[in-house]
């Protein structure tokens, strides 16, 4: 089985981290969004969409991403980092947009992420340690739960 997670993490890092601690629990490959189009997406049993949320969604670069190359595949996976905890909420438009296009979506995934934006900068940022060693244990758990769920539904 091979997964793919494409991530747009602009801001701190933060989402990247997340995905980078996926990878260790599951054969994923990690690719930045810029770089993408260096991957054969073909090749991909699962591929998974992560980013930053900014301004209640995920970077508009990875909407316009999965409108022009991702016609192809099926099954799919969404997760972020946010200031906020309203994962689902913050995950909704991507994982929207996937089911418009009849994408599979084994599962998302969100936890709170160091947010230097605005008037937080001035405290030095909300979510200070985030992600933390917690953060990055359930996001192992979630990439190890999208495995199964792709094996049960191929079996
Ligand atoms: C321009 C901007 C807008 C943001 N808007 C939101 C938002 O609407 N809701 C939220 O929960 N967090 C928001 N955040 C916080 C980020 O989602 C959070 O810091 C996230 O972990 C950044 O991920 P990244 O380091 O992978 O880019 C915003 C941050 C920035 C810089």
Do not use: W
């Amino acid at each position: 089985m091979k997964m793919l997670a494409i991530v747009k993490s602009k801001h701190n890092d933060n989402t990247m981290k997340i995905a980078e601690a996926m990878s260790e629990a599951a054969p994923l490959t990690v690719a930045d969004l810029k770089d993408a189009l260096y991957y054969n997406l073909n090749e991909y049993d699962v591929i998974g969409f992560g980013s930053g949320i900014y301004f209640g969604k995920h970077d508009e670069e990875l909407f316009e991403f999965i409108n022009k190359y991702c016609s192809h595949f099926t099954n799919t996976f969404v997760f972020s980092t946010s200031g906020s905890k309203n994962y689902k909420k913050n995950n909704s438009a991507l994982v929207k947009l996937l089911e418009s296009k009849n994408k599979t979506i084994l599962g998302s995934f969100g936890c709170r992420g160091l947010d230097k934006f605005f008037i937080f900068a001035l405290l030095g940022g909300i979510n200070k340690n985030h992600p933390d060693t917690d953060d990055f244990d359930a996001a192992q758990q979630f990439i190890e739960s999208i495995v199964n769920r792709y094996n049960q539904l191929k079996n």
